[in-house]
């Protein structure tokens, strides 16, 4: 019995000095980022041994049910976002842990090759706190923050939360595209204006969301005696109209704005501006405090083929693991291949089939967080349809970042990829961000007050035939336009059109399990999202009467209505309920003089 007593004693002793160990522990939050920093060796970002191409930094965290391999970058002197220091001996790495319990990590530094695929080669490097441990607790965010939620991942053509496994469906800013142009971001400057036919014309100013200074907030981040209160406050005005998405590029050299690049100068592509990553960094973890995607758009079509004449040597995957290691932490974003990625009349020297194939296959590898990768297109065929079919059903890529000149067909271009892609093996996540034509799109309220066409045809249109999502594009004509927008209260109206869709969308139907089936609506013009027999959304262009084939089912449906224009609760309209088994009217809506959507639900069933 001493024996035994005495074991216990010293397994209870154990445990206490475990406990105690792990109350000495930093504690950070779950999906929260964390920043790791090492002192290494002094360089710069102009050292003649240039610390890009010739350090890499590895951080291994492992945690009981998991592990991570990540990138780390140089950092300067560690806090470039407020000192501007382009020299320092400071290395970082940033990790955002979905597990709670204890973590360890541990850091290489190896002075050689940075850009090989694999991890190896190089000499070791000592490095400060190259090893330790940390716990992770619960984290304390609510709302629309993506820390209260987890990571984002493609799910057969739909976000979807990771850890929690519940959808997400976007709506949101398309433009302005070059949204990191911005006066307050260290060494920013448009290289040259543009008056080039089918652009957006341009002149030597950059943004200064001047208009939006009065929505940033006390609390909110700035850096370096108070910039950024412009974009910051641009980013609160559209989380605070429901928008969850912006649009951007990080490189538009050659492009329309040339305002963009991550580079300390535009001709060099081998040396990064840290000063300028970092503040990009506060504007990016702000988006992910307002539940605002990061839709991270990495070239265009005038500069697909500058680094590695288009394929994914040194200087692409240079620049592919320096975005993935500074940002690829963050839990709301997908990577964007390019916009109007591949050939076309006005951009003959393009990138092919193989290099996008390449392209897709590096950021798979090199990401260890499964981020959306999706393909910006072209407007209309025969271009879109070459290059698309070429690669639908290829493993790595997600889908489509769709872009459509004629708006009356837009929905039908979304349920045809989307049917493609599936009778490929692989269904493709496909949102709809750039309606056209290109040199109108969305125009502000002022000129169309209520968005007819685009809420009729594109907004209601492509969400149900299988869109995940809807984003904004300005054109290149209108006074405010893709590239000069400063205020985007010019379309406060759409942002509320396009809310009432997402609630819709969120909270009265499982979307992710419907298949798009116009042709059920009579007459024709309507458009029909289905689960065959338990649910249908439809949405009706007027308030005339209409009818729906319910022929395959026999159940029995309750009737309500949805209004476009104004959003809130379901409504009643003449009939309550309709019963399957062949075309049943659907009664008229609530008021006449307007679109509306009708929601039918199988009686006493609830939505998944």
């Known amino acids: ?33 964390i920043t790791l920093a090492f002192e290494g060796p002094e360089t710069s970002e ?68 940075a850009i090989a695929l694999k991890d190896d080669g190089g000499t070791p490097i000592e490095i400060s706190s190259a090893s330790g441990e940390f716990m992770v607790v619960p984290s304390d965010k609510k709302g629309a923050d993506f820390r209260a939620h987890g990571r984002l991942v493609n799910d057969k053509g739909y976000f979807r939360f990771k850890d929690s496994g519940k959808y997400w469906i976007k709506g949101g800013a398309d433009s302005p595209e070059n949204l990191l142009a911005f006066e307050d971001f260290d060494a920013t400057y448009r290289m040259q204006s543009s008056n080039k036919d089918g652009e957006a014309k341009t002149n030597d100013t950059i943004h200064n969301y001047s208009p939006h200074v009065q929505d940033w907030q006390v609390g909110d981040p700035v850096w370096k005696d108070g910039k950024g209160k412009g974009l910051i406050g641009a980013l609160n ?6 928008m969850n998405v912006a649009y951007f590029l990080t490189m538009n050299i050659k492009g329309d704005g040339k305002d963009v690049w991550p580079y300390v100068t535009p001709e060099d592509f081998t040396r990064f501006d840290v000063s300028k990553l970092s503040q990009w960094e506060i504007v990016f973890q702000h988006m992910q405090s307002k539940g605002i995607l990061l839709h991270m758009v990495l070239q265009e079509t005038e500069n697909e083929t500058m680094l590695d004449s288009g394929d994914t040597g040194p200087m692409r995957q240079l620049y592919f693991r320096e975005l993935m290691a500074r940002f690829g932490h963050h839990l709301g974003m997908n990577f964007n291949l390019g916009e109007e990625n591949g050939y076309a009349e006005f951009s003959p020297i393009s990138q092919n089939d193989g290099q996008r194939r390449a392209m897709t296959d590096f950021l798979t590898e090199i990401d260890p967080y499964n981020h959306p990768i999706l393909l910006h297109t072209h407007s209309h065929e025969p271009y879109r349809a070459i290059i698309l079919d070429s690669i639908v059903g290829f493993k790595n890529l997600d889908g489509l970042s769709l872009q459509v000149d004629n708006r009356e067909g837009a929905a039908e271009i979304v349920a045809e990829w989307k049917q493609k892609s599936k009778q490929a093996g692989h269904n493709w996540m496909i949102t709809m961000d750039e309606i056209g034509m290109w040199h109108t799109g969305a125009q502000s309220d002022s000129l169309t007050p209520n968005h007819d066409s685009l809420r009729h045809y594109v907004l ?80 009706l262009p007027d308030s005339k009467a209409y009818s729906i084939d319910l022929e395959t089912t026999g159940n029995s449906f309750e009737v309500k209505w949805f209004d476009p224009l104004k959003g809130g609760d379901l409504q009643s309209g003449s009939a309550t309920t309709v019963d399957g088994g062949g075309s049943v009217p659907l009664g008229l809506p609530p008021t006449a003089g307007q679109d509306w959507v009708v929601l039918l639900r199988q009686k006493n069933s609830k939505k998944d």
Request: glycine share 8%; proline share 3%; hydrophobic share 35%.
């Open 1 to 33: 019995m001493k024996k035994i007593g005495v074991t216990i004693l010293s397994l209870i002793c154990l445990n206490c000095a475990t406990k105690e160990k792990e109350l000495a522990l930093t504690n950070y939050q779950q999906w929260h980022t």
């Open 46 to 113: 102009a050292a003649e041994y240039n610390p890009f191409l010739n350090y890499r930094l590895t951080v291994a965290f492992e945690h009981e049910e998991t592990q991570y391999k990540i990138r780390g970058f140089y950092a300067a002197d560690g806090n470039a976002g407020e000192t501007s220091a382009a020299s320092g001996s400071i290395w970082q790495a940033r990790f955002t842990p979905d597990k709670i319990g204890k973590w360890s990590y541990t850091a290489t530094l190896h002075k050689g090759v």
């Open 237 to 242: 005005y559209l989380a605070s109209k429901g």
């Open 460 to 539: 209601w249109g492509t969400l149900l035939s299988g869109a995940a999502g809807v984003e904004w594009y300005f054109g290149a004509n209108n006074r405010y336009n893709d590239l000069n927008t400063e205020d985007w209260r010019t379309r406060d109206r759409l942002w509320e059109l396009t809310k009432h869709a997402m609630d819709f969308f969120q909270d009265h139907v499982p979307y992710w399990q419907m298949q798009p089936n116009h042709s059920l609506v009579h007459p024709s013009g309507g458009y029909c999202f289905q689960k065959t027999g338990e649910v249908y959304a439809i949405y």
